[in-house]
């Protein structure tokens, strides 16, 4: 359930006087096969548009804060995606035009493998929807690499994959997505996990593509904490201040 609220009648209202202008409630779209616990994992708002992920598992739902009414219902059709369609802490991004999601992408064949990681969770009943999510992202983690799905929302189709390029072939997750406030970068916290779980910052830079610049700019992995990489506790997000 998302409770829209008026924030003009906040400010302007008398005591009393009800701001809440309506609720979408999301529950009639999603199937008996996803399981969710409340319903709504994260939200984004821009303009008249408002998105949602499930809290667990579940197509992205795009809605109109006008109406009310369902725009969008973003979910990927390939084979790679079938089986690990999981929204859980998504931490989606808006954009004027677009939404930014984490997804799901197939490693290239002539791609090394990374090393598999097992999870000690063994039945799926009773769980958090945190150890959900954590017990959905290592089932198959070997098969497909996480990557930033870039949706556009005038037509709700994707509209292409931003996939991380380490140095050395390695599972990780994304734990965050943010973009900078002009929209040119796109930033992704990574928590690769091995012998020792450690966090990197990547960066794409759209600043230059604009420019008719014909060759690809490199881009760069930036480690957060150099210092101590054990550190990683409390860091798996990125703002700009």
């Given amino acids: 359930m998302i409770r829209v609220w008026d924030l003009q009648s906040i400010i302007k209202g008398a005591p009393g006087h009800t701001s809440r202008r309506g609720m979408i409630d999301i529950s009639s779209y999603l199937s008996g096969r996803h399981d969710w616990f409340q319903g709504v994992g994260e939200i984004a708002v821009t303009g008249h548009l408002v998105a949602c992920a499930p809290d667990a598992t579940g197509p992205i739902l795009v809605f109109s804060l006008l109406t009310g009414s369902l725009v969008y219902e973003l979910k990927t059709t390939d084979s790679a995606s079938l089986n690990e369609d999981v929204t859980a802490f998504t931490k989606l991004c808006m954009t004027p035009f677009f939404l930014l999601t ?12 990374p090393p598999a990681v097992l999870t000690q969770l063994g039945s799926r009943e009773g769980l958090t929807p945190y150890q959900l999510y954590r017990s959905y992202q290592t089932n198959g983690m070997v098969h497909t690499r996480a990557c930033v799905n870039v949706w556009d929302l005038q037509t709700g189709k ?4 931003l996939v991380p ?17 002009d929209y040119s970068k796109v930033f992704a916290c990574l928590e690769i996990q091995g012998r020792e779980c450690k966090e990197q910052l990547y960066c794409w830079d759209f600043s230059e593509s604009s420019k008719g610049v014909g060759d690809k700019k490199q881009l760069r992995i930036v480690q957060i ?15 700009f201040m």
Avoid at 102 to 113: H, T, W
Avoid at 229 to 237: M, N, Y
């Fill in 102 to 113: 984490k997804g799901k992408v197939k490693p290239s064949p002539d791609e090394p493998a």
């Fill in 158 to 161: 994707l509209a292409y994959r």
């Fill in 165 to 181: 390029v380490l140095e050395k072939p390695a599972s990780y997750t994304i734990t965050d997505i943010r973009l900078s406030p």
């Fill in 225 to 239: 904490d150099d210092v101590s990489p054990r550190r990683s506790t409390g860091k798996s997000w990125a703002c």
